[in-house]
T-cell receptor, first 114, second 115 residues
């Protein structure tokens, strides 16, 4: 069965510090990978998605970047965090086989920028 | 402007009764709709989905109804159980392939099922 691992679960970082969140998927090949964020009082918002190694689509211009160095690895980064980067970050995967292909989420990282 | 709206932030239901969670959308180009359930400190879990060509999809205790003319969908949980207490998100998609994962989420409805 497929599993998704996301770490760390919680993170407190000062403004201006770098960020690296990692996500890996097991049990499937060539998944579509996604980074979502839920800011306080808001719904989930797609940040980046990737349909293959090295292929990144950005949905929202911001202070963050994403990379996919391996088929089942997705990394979210920032060179300098802002206060507004605080939120709940979720990695997700799907495999498109026609029809509805639901996203399967990891347990998320709670990021607090101080 | 919110394309997917869940106007009730919370709902309280007695165990054994029906829970009805509502969702409205504005974009008639959405092809798929999904419901997710989320417990605290966990990621959302996929519950049930429906294609825009259907008006009903049922899976066990969960049924989703879609009214395209009203741009409205609802999730029915019958019978409700205390373990159903969670935040429920409605989501919509209009893309294909990788972009199908570009889900537009509502802000969620917190369901509390009381024993």
């Amino acid at each position: 069965s497929q599993t998704i691992h996301q770490w760390p679960a919680t993170l407190v970082q000062p403004v201006g510090s770098p960020l690296s969140l990692e996500c890996t998927v097991e049990g499937t090949s060539n998944p579509n990978l996604y980074w979502y964020r839920q800011a306080a009082g808001r719904g989930l918002q797609l940040l980046f998605y990737s349909v293959g190694i090295g292929q990144i689509s950005s949905e929202v211009p911001q202070n963050l970047s994403a990379s996919r160095p391996q088929d089942r690895q997705f990394i979210l980064s920032s060179k300098k965090l802002l206060l507004s980067d605080s939120g709940f970050y979720l990695c997700a995967w799907s495999v498109y086989q026609g029809g509805i292909s639901p996203l399967h989420f990891g347990n998320g990282t709670r990021l607090t920028v101080t | 402007d919110q394309q997917v709206k869940q106007n009730s932030p919370s709902l309280s239901v007695q165990e054994g009764r029906i829970s009805i969670l509502n969702c409205d959308y504005t974009n008639s180009m959405f092809d798929y709709f999904l419901w997710y359930k989320k417990y605290p400190a966990e990621g959302p879990t996929f519950l049930i989905s429906i294609s825009s060509i259907k008006d009903k999809n049922e899976d066990g205790r969960f049924t989703v109804f879609l009214n395209k003319s009203a741009k409205h969908l609802s999730l029915h949980i019958v019978p409700s159980q205390p373990g159903d207490s969670a935040v429920y998100f409605c989501a919509a998609s209009g893309g294909y392939g990788g972009s199908q994962g570009n889900l537009i989420f509502g802000k969620g409805t917190k369901l509390s099922v009381k024993p």
